[in-house]
Nanobody
Framework: QVQLVESGGGLVQPGGSLRLSCAASGFTFSRYAMSWYRQARGKERELIAVITTPGGSTNYADSVKGRFIISRDNAKNMMYLQMNSLKPEDTAMYYC????????WGQGTQVTVSS
């Protein structure tokens, strides 16, 4: 069955960095554009980054542009989100999913940016 497993979240100070990972299974990963979303408490889920395949073109929400980098490894069925210069407003649960043809959400990984 299709499964998405996010990991790599944690508590980090403002200005710090984290690298999130998304492990995908149950579908042909290399055929799908993938994306990262986040949902802060009391807010709607927000699309923040997209990466196509096979070219790996990327697109970012204005809120993370210049600070976050999305990447993927089709050989490993993995996607990543390098998050730099983190701000308190980046605090949220982070999720990965296919872009445009979403499947069931994983459990997410919590990112908390606080001093």
């Amino acid at each position: 069955q299709v499964q998405l497993v996010e990991s790599g979240g944690g508590l980090v100070q403002p200005g710090g960095s984290l690298r999130l990972s998304c492990a995908a299974s149950g579908f042909t990963f290399s055929r799908y554009a993938m994306s990262w979303y986040r949902q802060a408490r009391g807010k709607e889920r927000e699309l923040i980054a997209v990466i196509t395949t096979p070219g790996g073109s990327t697109n970012y929400a204005d809120s993370v542009k210049g600070r976050f980098i999305i990447s993927r490894d089709n050989a490993k069925n993995m996607m990543y989100l390098q998050m730099n210069s983190l701000k308190p407003e980046d605090t949220a649960m982070y999720y990965c999913n296919r872009y445009g043809s979403r499947v069931s959400w994983g459990q997410g990984t919590q990112v908390t940016v606080s001093s």
